[in-house]
C-alpha cells in the first residue's frame, strides 16, 4: 500500500490549496478504508484534522479546522482529498494523510499503518 499527497505550496493569507491523497495498493471501493489527514509544525506535535472513511463517505473534521477545511473522497479515484480555505501562516506544517482498513476514529493516528510522505504548505503572510 503506497500513498502519495500532493497539491502542497506556498500560498498567501487568505488562499486556498486542496491537498490529494491517492492510495494505490487497496480498493476503497473493495473494503472500508479510512483516511485521515494530520499535520505538523516545526516543534509542535503532530495532530488530527480530518477524516473520511470509504464504507459510508461520512467526514469528520475536527473544530481546529472546521468551516475552513473540509475533507472529501473519491472512491473510483482510490483519492481522499482535503480542501483548505481562509489559509493563515498558523496551518503552515507538513500534512500527512494515513490509511487504516475499517472506520475512523479517535485513534487512527496511533493505528494507522500507511503513511504519505508529506506535502509542505506554507502560508506567507
Known amino acids: 500500500v503506497q500513498l502519495v499527497e500532493s497539491g502542497g505550496g506556498l500560498v498567501e493569507v487568505g488562499e486556498s490549496l486542496r491537498l490529494s491523497c491517492a492510495a494505490s495498493g487497496l480498493s476503497f471501493a473493495s473494503y472500508p478504508v479510512a483516511v485521515g489527514w494530520f499535520r505538523q509544525a516545526p516543534g509542535k506535535d503532530r495532530e488530527g484534522l480530518a477524516c473520511?472513511?470509504?464504507?459510508?463517505?461520512?467526514?469528520y473534521v475536527k473544530d481546529i479546522v472546521k468551516g475552513r477545511f473540509t475533507i472529501s473522497n473519491d472512491n473510483v479515484l482510490n483519492t481522499v482529498y482535503l480542501q483548505m480555505n481562509s489559509l493563515d501562516p498558523e496551518d503552515t506544517a507538513v500534512y500527512y494523510c494515513?490509511?487504516?482498513?475499517?472506520?475512523?476514529?479517535?485513534?487512527?493516528?496511533?493505528?494507522?499503518?500507511?503513511w504519505g510522505q508529506g506535502a509542505q504548505v506554507t502560508v506567507s503572510s
Open positions: 494515513a490509511a487504516d482498513f475499517g472506520d475512523c476514529g479517535y485513534s487512527l493516528g496511533s493505528r494507522a499503518p500507511y
Open positions: 473520511v472513511s470509504s464504507r459510508d463517505c461520512v467526514p
